[in-house]
């Protein structure tokens, strides 16, 4: 099991408001913000944080990993669908992200 996740970003209030818009698809929502990270969780369970966006802690350029996977555990098909069709109207960045869902559905934002 993931405790959370955490991706970085060089620019962290663009990161904010990309992650707050696609999250909220999934009903994950920021529940903490300071200037080195955001934190986002479980509208039902917002002290357990799932996911992190921050500025890399070394202070150098972030960048992507290779063979990183991100998977979220969401309750329906209609979530996923509707993540996969927010992502590329609030972004142009290439997004690989696997979901499963309590009836083994999976979708690809590519």
């Known amino acids: 099991m993931i405790g959370f996740v955490m991706v970085g970003t060089n620019n ?3 990161a904010i408001k990309f992650y707050d818009t696609l999250l ?3 009903e994950l929502q920021r ?15 917002p002290a357990e944080v799932e996911f992190y966006v921050t500025n890399p802690v070394n202070n150098e350029k972030a960048n992507f990993g290779n063979g990183t996977q991100i ?3 969401v309750n329906s098909k209609d979530l996923v669908n509707n993540f ?3 992502g590329p109207k609030i972004s142009s960045l290439a ?5 499963v869902t309590s009836v083994n559905i999976v979708g690809l934002i590519k």
């Open 12 to 14: 962290l209030d663009k």
């Open 24 to 26: 909220n698809t999934i």
């Open 31 to 45: 529940v903490v913000t300071n200037e080195k990270y955001a934190g986002f969780a479980s509208k039902e369970k």
């Open 71 to 73: 998977s979220f555990l």
């Open 84 to 86: 996969y069709n927010t």
């Open 95 to 99: 997004i690989l992200i696997s979901f």
